[in-house]
């Protein structure tokens, strides 16, 4: 777990900036007979922080927005299997709207049809990131 705080965040914002406009063009979405195969991650977001939260996937060099979440709630947003294919070992990023420090997930090795539960904690230190 990492927090991220003043310039390294204008530093993530930026590198999300720069990986959102080369995103879509590189993830392919492989044609398999096994349903398994073509499944993404399901990602539930259960967002206990007061700010909304712009959810990112960053694997293989490359960052991708999954959605948002608005403040106090919960969603289920989708990795799509594209991109659990080219890379298996991704990180989560809660990035908040109204503030200028983010949480980074350690490394998780995911496979299709896992299902991710990513708690935003009150405080962004105390989020965590179950692969089940």
């Not at 060099?61 to 947003?77: D, F, K």
């Amino acid at each position: 777990m990492k927090m991220v705080h003043g310039l390294p965040v204008l530093l993530v914002a930026a590198t999300l900036g720069l990986g959102a406009c080369a995103t879509g063009r590189n993830v392919q979405v492989q044609s398999d007979a096994t349903p398994t195969a073509r499944q993404g991650v399901q990602v539930n977001v259960q967002n206990d922080n007061t700010n909304d939260m712009d959810v990112y996937v960053m694997g293989g060099g490359q960052v991708w927005r999954l959605g948002h979440v608005t403040g106090l709630s919960n969603a289920t947003l989708t990795i799509p299997a594209g991109i659990v294919a080219s890379s298996p070992q991704l990180r989560l990023l809660a990035d908040p709207l109204a503030a200028f420090n983010a949480y980074l997930s350690d490394p998780i090795t995911v496979t299709s049809g896992d299902t991710v539960q990513f708690q935003i904690g009150s405080a962004l230190g105390l989020s965590n990131v179950s692969v089940f």
